[in-house]
């Protein structure tokens, strides 16, 4: 038995991983909030997820409980409001504007007065950059309470939440000042309170300013890059985080074993977390996770094939009379009809590689991902990874069919020693190296012309 990686360690790497490939802005952040957040959060913006990942660092939750002390230094300016009076003085009166208001009723009325007293103006650039700040924190709250687990609480608790957002309605400063959403913040008005006396304004600006590189994916700015690794939310299950983990690994080998492949932009909708290329050499790679790709891996049960089935009692029959009673009873009980299938799946990771851009993959990679170390639940990985290798289909062709593109599959596991492969499975543990395990899969199996066409031009 191999040492298996804990979760920490595996969260560690996640975190290297998805900085790096955040930074070349070729990765699908689309699919990867699909991967990195719990299904029970109901997150699917990667903007949405990023406002979470801000609000919870802890910078920005120390920021939000400390700043009601400095609140009451906040800084104004002094305007002078002028308004028309009968019968009173209040304030200063300007006898001119005084005069000019008598003057125009013929001076009938000289009890009207113009008075001027000073108001504090709060509608300046320092105070829309924290007002704005801590609006974006408040709109985030009712997510963050909505996140029911332990993780989040640790970090911000109810009770903390809920007087943050009692202090931000309640309080006089804050109110005074422009609603956060109508405060359209310049580059000026950062500037002024990066330059401000008060600590406070200063903390605000910084942060506002990673907020917005949050949202502009400037991820190789370090304090970004200290928000995200310090707030990431990572999936609620190990085997999932293991599954991720997989997948960026598979990504870095590819890259090691082909050096002149380069991440691609990814259209948004596209559904690969990754597209890699080698224009010169006419190689193109799709890698999915938790998703088939151009590949499927369904096989219908025809209608009607009950009534075209021997009589004699066998276990394929058996089990078409099970899918069509299945299909007759969740008729009568509920508003839906199921599909029914001989067969479905889905594998972990699915890498599509092509020698031309827009034809069917001439080769497939296939993973499975267990988080065991336990024999059984290999022997089920195994098992499901020669279920997607015999149902599966690229175009009209079974992947297991000599026609169909080479196809070879591997199983993932944490802690349990790799074992030698078996036609076109391979075992590899989480601490192996899959570069090893790729390299020779892709030079001798799966791009063969590639090798031929190097032998050529070395002759």
Same mark, same amino acid.
């Given at each position: 038995m191999s040492n298996a990686l804990s979760r920490d360690e595996l969260e560690d790497a996640i975190l290297e991983e998805l900085l790096t490939y955040l930074q070349s802005g070729n990765l699908n952040t689309e699919v990867v909030t699909d991967a990195i957040v719990p299904t029970e959060l109901g997150i699917s913006e990667w903007e949405r997820l990023q406002r979470l990942h801000f609000c919870l660092a802890p910078p920005i939750v120390e920021f939000c409980e400390s700043v009601w002390d400095d609140l009451r230094g906040v800084k104004t300016v002094t305007d002078r409001e002028r308004n028309e009076i009968?019968?009173?003085?209040?304030?200063?009166?300007?006898?001119?504007?005084?005069?000019?208001?008598?003057?125009?009723?013929?001076?009938?009325?000289? !009890?009207?007065?113009?008075c001027s007293a000073p108001v504090s103006e709060y509608d300046i650039p320092e105070n829309r950059v924290l007002k704005r700040l801590l609006w974006e924190v408040e709109r985030t709250a009712d997510v963050l309470r909505d996140i029911d687990q332990p993780w989040r609480r640790t970090r911000w608790d109810d009770t903390e939440l809920d007087r943050f957002q009692?202090?931000?309605?309640?309080?006089?400063?804050?109110?005074?000042?422009?609603?956060?959403?109508?405060?359209?913040?310049t580059g000026r =008005?950062?500037?002024?309170?990066?330059?401000?006396?008060?600590?406070?304004?200063?903390t605000a600006a910084r942060w506002l300013a990673v907020l917005q590189k949050l949202r502009d994916e400037e991820?190789?700015?370090?304090?970004?890059?200290?928000?995200?690794?310090?707030?990431?939310?990572?999936?609620?299950?190990?085997?999932?985080?293991?599954?991720?983990?997989?997948?960026?690994?598979?990504?870095?080998?590819?890259?090691?074993?082909?050096?002149?492949? !380069?991440?691609?932009?990814?259209?948004?909708?596209? !559904?690969?977390?990754a597209?890699?290329?080698?224009?010169? =050499?006419?190689?193109?790679?799709?890698?999915?996770? =938790?998703?088939?790709?151009?590949?499927?891996?369904?096989?219908?049960?025809?209608?009607?094939?009950?009534?075209?089935?021997?009589?004699?009692p066998s276990y394929f029959r058996d089990h078409v009379a099970s899918q069509v009673a299945y299909k007759q009873a969740v008729g009568r009980m509920s508003?839906? !009809?199921?599909?029914?299938?001989?067969?479905?799946?889905r594998p972990d990771v699915v890498v599509e590689i092509r020698t031309s851009r827009d034809d069917d993959p001439i080769a497939v990679i296939l993973?499975?991902?267990?988080?065991?170390?336990r024999q059984n639940t290999f022997r089920e990985g195994l098992k499901e990874l020669i279920g997607y290798w015999h149902h599966g289909r690229a175009a009209q062709e079974r992947l297991a069919s000599p026609e169909g593109p080479v196809t070879v599959g591997f199983v993932t596991t944490?802690?349990?020693?790799?074992?030698?492969?078996?036609?076109?499975?391979?075992?590899?543990?989480?601490?192996?190296?899959?570069?090893?395990?790729?390299?020779?899969?892709?030079?001798?199996?799966?791009?063969?012309?590639?090798?031929?066409?190097?032998?050529?031009?070395?002759?």
């Open positions: 009968r019968g009173a003085i209040q304030g200063q009166v300007d006898w001119g504007q005084t005069i000019q208001t008598r003057a125009e009723t013929g001076f009938s009325d000289r !009890s009207k007065f113009v009692r202090r931000y309605r309640r309080n006089i400063h804050l109110s005074r000042m422009p609603p956060g959403e109508d405060c359209r913040i =008005d950062l500037t002024a309170a990066r330059q401000a006396r008060t600590e406070m304004y200063r991820y190789a700015d370090p304090d970004v890059q200290t928000i995200l690794s310090d707030s990431l939310v990572l999936p609620a299950t190990d085997a999932r985080l293991l599954e991720l983990y997989t997948t960026f690994q598979v990504i870095e080998a590819l890259q090691e074993v082909v050096p002149k492949l !380069s991440l691609q932009p990814i259209e948004s909708g596209e !559904s690969p977390v597209k890699l290329a080698d224009e010169e =050499d006419s190689i193109w790679l799709n890698v999915y996770h =938790d998703q088939t790709g151009n590949l499927t891996f369904h096989e219908p049960l025809p209608e009607g094939v009950e009534s075209r089935l021997p009589a004699d508003d839906s !009809s199921p599909r029914l299938a001989l067969y479905n799946g993973g499975e991902v267990k988080q065991t170390a944490n802690g349990l020693e790799s074992r030698r492969s078996a036609g076109p499975c391979f075992h590899i543990d989480v601490e192996a190296s899959f570069q090893q395990l790729l390299e020779p899969l892709l030079r001798l199996n799966l791009l063969p012309q590639q090798e031929s066409a190097h032998s050529v031009s070395a002759r």
